[in-house]
């Protein structure tokens, strides 16, 4: 589990084709980064949940599997490619963003990016299918970083970036047509299945919609 606020900037130092899949090798100029990762740790990596499988140096090779990769931008990425990191918590870290899984549910677009004040506006385009669970305050994991959903209309949203996130994380690099990892909130898909009832154990079941919860009660 993690909190989604980054804690170091890493980059690809190589990726390397195996097997139908991908390892990845990531380093870290911060140099405190490793000192307590242990090899079988997670780390995200863009908000991609990848176990360490090997550390050399101040760096880390993970494995990625064919259901990451199609479901992430991690087989977008190149050598030099900059990524947002972030170790697992602890039971003594600071919850400062949201409670993050490392499981992208799907990719989205920046559509458009404007200054407010010191702040950058950027508005995201997210996978139809996600937009149920994208709420106005709620929140929402965009590569990695626990972000606030400043307004939403159908399934697009609008984000507020501050200085220091920006700063600190590879949103300076985004830009309109910049696809994007999300997860969205974990407490919006558990509630989903669970106001299924007995629907979710029928293979058919297509989650909450309209039709749904009319027959339900909830008009």
């Not at 900037?9 to 899949?21: R, T, V």
């Not at 199609?70 to 947002?84: D, F, G, H, I």
């Not at 970036?161 to 985004?174: G, R, S």
């Amino acid at each position: 589990m993690f909190t989604g606020i980054i804690q170091a900037l890493g980059h690809i130092e190589c990726i390397s084709p195996k097997q139908g899949d991908l390892r990845l090798h990531i380093a870290c100029k911060e140099t405190d980064f490793f000192h307590d990762v242990v090899l079988g740790d997670s780390i995200a990596t863009n908000g991609v949940c990848l176990t360490v499988s090997e550390l050399p140096g101040n760096s880390f090779w993970a494995d990625v599997s064919l259901e990451t990769l199609n479901y992430s931008t991690l087989k977008e990425l190149r050598a030099n490619s900059p990524v947002n990191l972030e170790k697992a918590l602890t039971p003594t870290s600071r919850l400062g963003g949201h409670i993050v899984s490392g499981h992208v549910d799907g990719v989205g677009q920046v559509t458009k990016r404007y200054d407010d004040a010191r702040s950058v506006r950027l508005s995201i385009e997210a996978p139809a299918k996600l937009a149920k669970y994208i709420a106005h305050k709620g929140s929402i994991c965009i590569d990695g970083m626990s972000l606030t959903v400043n307004a939403v209309q159908g399934s697009s949203f609008e984000l507020n970036i501050v200085p220091h996130t920006m700063a600190q994380t590879i949103c300076t690099h985004y830009r309109p047509g910049t696809r994007v990892n999300l997860e969205v909130d974990v407490i919006a898909r558990y509630m989903e299945r669970l106001m299924m009832g007995d629907q979710a154990s029928n293979p058919d079941a297509e989650g909450i919609s309209e039709t749904f919860l009319a027959e339900h009660g909830f008009r």
